[in-house]
């Protein structure tokens, strides 16, 4: 069966995002951590204050229990302290323990990987950010529509 234009190029995109997905874990995995915690350290650490499980799972467009799982394998790690809001009983705030903040440091340093687009001229590099920007758009959208959250309001 032959492919169209747009089927070929998902196929390279695909094929890519893997590589590069297989290339930041092993990069990761050097520090000692996974992708899934860089994610969460740089989250939790550029927010500035704690945040909630909640918005983590939208900026990281991932459901809430799987967010809820990775942060207590964090806090069993000593990477992040879950801390109840004292006026809110039942609202969760996420913050990064001293070793978090090591762990957030070590991880800034792994940037092999972060770099790569830089074989890319500036204009190169525009339009990549202007396309990314314009799949993601479109995808956030498809994912509305397959799979609307329980809660009668998208996570994303």
């Excluded at 000593?78 to 609202?91: A, I």
């Amino acid at each position: 069966m032959d492919m169209n234009e747009n089927e070929i190029a998902w196929a390279e995109m695909a094929v890519t995002s893997t590589i590069l997905r297989r290339a930041w874990e092993m990069e990761l995995g050097q520090i000692g951590l996974t992708v899934p915690q860089a994610l969460v350290l740089n989250i939790v650490a550029g927010s500035g204050e704690p945040i909630t499980p909640m918005k983590l799972s939208k900026l990281m467009h991932r459901e809430p229990h799987t967010i809820s799982a990775l942060l207590s394998r964090m806090e069993a790690q000593g990477l992040v302290k879950k801390e109840r809001n004292l006026q809110r009983g039942n609202w969760v705030r996420v913050s990064l323990t001293k070793k978090g903040k090591e762990a957030y440091k070590r991880q800034l340093t792994a940037r092999k990987v972060r770099n790569i687009t830089a074989c890319f001229s500036k204009q190169e590099l525009e339009s990549l950010n202007k396309m990314n920007r314009k799949l993601r758009a479109k995808g956030i959208e498809m994912l509305r529509e397959m799979m609307p959250s329980p809660y009668g309001e998208p996570l994303w």
